[in-house]
């Protein structure tokens, strides 16, 4: 049977008619379509596990970036924190003239620039260089009231820290200044990032901060209507230092003080029609006995 199957296929490769080339060792055998088989379904899982591993990788890889972020952003915020306390926990020192004026410090901020011109045991005279101001009128009728201090801290503070035309946060700057003047539409001529000033014949104040001084008049304009922004010029003033609380009858108190020895200085005067000014250095937690505190009057040159 076999002879015959073998010449059945030699008649049929040499037919004209047919060309038909069979090599049967070309069949895969049985267990060799079941290796087949399995190696497919083998690479299939291959192929599925390597796509499964490469979306756990972009997974792990985007956790991993955002915790490296994350890292950088919290290193920045500590390493930013870190400078903003060493402001406050190592302030700097005026130079002193009393013991008193010895114990008291201020934090390591930005303030006014001035020259002094003179100094006594009690006072010293200072020529304090233009600046800008941003201010905004109190309520309630006390340059020292809590409700209107607070309230238009927080309105220039908002302006301060992002609450103006470009979005831009800046520094803050030191001391906060109450000041009393002759009336509402007079022009401020203070010191320092907060003054408050009030009117002799109202209840109005108006608290000012001053502002950083690389901004010049190039400042970002706020976007409540109630703050204004103002120009302060050139002026001499006298100073007097005082440690502790500030309240209106301690103000009192020192403001008499400093126009008496001002009587008896030889190439000052106070100007005509000038209001106290009060400065205050340092955050609500400062130790009383540290804290420093001026009242400044306004003043000029005798030879006039």
């Known amino acids: 049977m076999i002879s015959s199957i073998a010449s059945s296929l030699s008649l049929l490769s040499s037919s004209p008619h047919n060309k038909l080339s069979i090599d049967l060792r070309s069949y895969p055998s049985p267990k060799q379509r079941r290796c087949s088989v399995l190696c497919s379904g083998v690479r299939t899982a291959a192929k599925r596990q390597s796509r499964d591993l490469s979306a756990t990788e972009a997974r792990v890889s985007l956790v991993l970036a955002l915790a490296s972020q994350a890292s950088s952003v919290s290193q920045r915020l500590l390493a930013d924190l870190a400078v903003e306390t060493a402001k406050y926990a190592f ?6 003239s009393n013991l008193e ?15 002094v011109l003179s100094r006594t045991d009690r006072y010293e005279i200072r020529e304090v260089e233009p600046y800008y101001v941003a201010e905004t009128t109190m309520p309630g009728g006390n340059g020292f009231d809590f409700y209107g201090a607070s309230r238009s801290f927080n309105v220039l503070a908002e302006y301060l820290f992002g609450k103006n035309t470009v979005n831009e946060k800046m520094e803050m700057t030191t001391p906060v200044v109450t000041r009393k003047v002759q009336s509402v539409g007079e022009k401020m001529e203070m010191t320092t990032p907060v003054i408050t000033r009030k009117a002799k014949d109202q209840t109005q ?7 950083p001084s690389k901004y010049g008049s190039d400042l970002p304009l706020p976007k409540d209507p109630s703050v204004k922004i103002q ?74």
């Open 101 to 115: 004026e010895a114990l008291m410090s201020v934090p390591d901020l930005e303030t006014m620039n001035f020259r």
């Open 231 to 304: 120009e302060v010029p050139r002026k001499i003033v006298a100073v007097l230092a005082f440690s502790g609380y500030v309240t209106d009858e301690e103000t009192e108190k020192r403001e008499q003080e400093l126009r008496r020895a001002l009587r008896n200085d030889k190439k000052f005067r106070v100007r005509d029609g000038v209001s106290v000014e009060v400065a205050q250095y340092n955050p609500p937690f400062t130790l009383p006995f540290t804290r420093r505190n001026e009242v400044s009057l306004e003043v000029e040159s005798k030879e006039y």
């Open 91 to 96: 302030p700097k020192r005026f130079k002193s």
């Open 205 to 211: 104040w108006q608290m000012s901060f001053v502002m």
